[in-house]
């Protein structure tokens, strides 16, 4: 099938974009690759730590520097479900190298939080920044030059597209993600979305919400719902850093242990020692940057992958904008409603077909492209295969033809809607993204006056005081990375989410975040210029009608221009940064970047 225009439009623009980044990046990992295997240049003394640890047969497999060496990077603690399996992780990779003649060492680990722990509380304020330190973690794992691949162990928000990061420093080795994959399905989610309402409105007690939440959210694995973590996921398979069919195949059982140890020796094919040579910098071009956030538009997916996915390009010396996001949703139909965007989790949009029906449609109609490189070799005609075992050996098969479910997933000939999930917003209040993929046709506009806040608490308060049964539109400022670190903001849902039920024009706007889970309320988030920045939003004020419209793509504060021009800028001292190591991060908020250029320190 013949590339879809459009897509190839924003393709050339970004490679034109991106052209001299892109060739020194390029010359950077050619230059690191071209001795191969650095280990054998190590000093005895060097060599001899590197397997000082080692038992014996890989202690002499490394002495003799002539087998590969996967060095494991790993996400694993057993507070985050969707990590708690990775604990047996290493040695399946361990077992799997030396079945096939090599070795496989513990790299390092990098931190995981949980967004969804931390979530409304001060250590969110960590939480974007912890995508950076992960980056600079997975680094220092890698430092020690002992490895010919790696395997990448990590699931959630900011810790794969940190480790892709990192990865991406070492962009002449071979890289394959192996997933954990998600918990089985729990409460549904529109019955934990109903329980929150009561909760927020007063209705039930907290005995009552702690045991929704622990229906929900009860087993290890990733959480089943459609946020950043899952996004993460599709990310990795339709950019062609998984193997075919891993990203939601549920932990702890013989297909998931197998699909492991697959990830081991197809990373040993590609190493240069192998048959098919594919570093991750190689893999990570133009194009695949561009498959993934058509991706992202056809699933409904996170809108925290407008910052990510900006952070990870730049890092392969690629240059994305927002433009290039609104582009591609223009041209992408969305194929999937899970929720947030609809009454499903990840395990129906996989047994619907998922990924490899997903793709298949998409590869269909020329909307991705197919002359691209993964760790499976050229192309992605292998990843409109699932995996099956057969015995104790994974054979990929092609998908029925049909979907398994239209509710979940659609061909694309029969889209839920033309455009996709995320649209960008501009006007004289700044540039934000929304995701309207979750939002009904008919709130697509909302104009309202504005309440203006600096905190969430502030703005819980006001709700609980009845000072928000009106149409509003809630501005929420200094949440922005300059300010504090962009917090989610997802304990206002509940609350703005009620306000709607009752029939209120409700939208909300922010220079913070809102992450994959935002749903039915319009929010236009990652407001930037933010208001620590001197940004419009800090010359908001109570009563302004502000304007969100999602189909011409603006948001505008409704005040002559003169008028809005000479008001005083309004900074708000943040609170105090201490408390939960936020001190610690100083450094951080004082050199991050704007959401549109990633938000990044490094």
Known sequence: MTLDARIADVTNAIVARSRETRAAYLDGIEKAAADGPHRAALSCGNLAHGFAGCGTDDKAALRGQVVPNIGIVTAYN??????????????????????????????GGVPAMCDGVTQGRLGMELSLFSRDVIAMSAAVALSHDMFDAALYLGICDKIVPGLV?????????????????????????????????????????????????????????????????NSNQMLMEIMGLHLPGASFVPPNTPLRDALTTAAVNQALAITRSGNGYAPIGKILDEKAFVNG????????????????????AKAAGITLNWDDFDRLSAATPLLCRIY?????????????????????????????????LTVMGSGLEDYEKEPTLVGDEIVWKPIPEASGDESVLRPVTKPFQPEGGLKVLDGNLGRA?????????????????????????????????GELNC??????????????????????????????????KVALVTDGRMSGASGKVPAAIHLTPEACDGGPIGRLRDGDVVRVDAV??????????????????VFEATEPQFGMGRNLFAGFRALVGSAEQGASAI
């Open 78 to 107: 057993d507070m985050l479900s969707a990590h708690q399996p990775y604990e047996r992780f290493p040695d399946l990779i361990r077992a799997a190298a030396r079945e096939a003649g090599a070795v496989a060492q513990v790299a």
């Open 165 to 229: 990061i990192g990865a991406l420093a070492f962009g002449h080795l071979p890289a394959v993600f192996v997933p954990s994959g998600p918990m089985h399905s729990g409460m549904t989610n529109d019955e934990k979305g109903r329980i929150r309402g009561l909760y927020a409105e007063g209705k039930i007690g907290r005995a009552e919400l702690l045991e929704a939440e622990a229906a929900s959210y009860h087993s290890p694995g990733t959480c089943t719902f459609y946020g950043t973590a």
């Open 293 to 312: 956030i058509v991706g992202l538009n056809a699933t409904g997916g996170s809108t925290n992958h407008a910052i990510h996915l900006v952070a990870m």
């Open 340 to 372: 947030p965007n609809g009454a499903a989790d990840v395990n129906h949009f996989h047994a619907a077909g998922g990924m490899a029906f997903l793709i298949r449609e998409l590869r269909s109609q020329g909307l991705v492209h197919d002359d691209v």
């Open 433 to 465: 993204v929304i995701k309207v993929s979750a939002v009904d046709p008919d709130k697509w506009v909302i104009e309202a006056p504005a309440r203006v806040f600096s905190t969430q608490d502030a703005l819980e308060a006001a709700f609980r005081a």
């Open 471 to 504: 149409d509003v539109v809630a501005v929420v400022r200094f949440q922005g990375p300059k300010a504090n670190g962009m917090p989610e903001l997802h304990r206002l849902t509940p609350s703005l989410a009620v306000l709607q039920k009752r029939g209120h």
């Open 552 to 569: 011409a793509g603006t948001l505008e504060v409704l005040v002559a221009a003169d008028e809005f021009a000479a008001r005083e800028q």
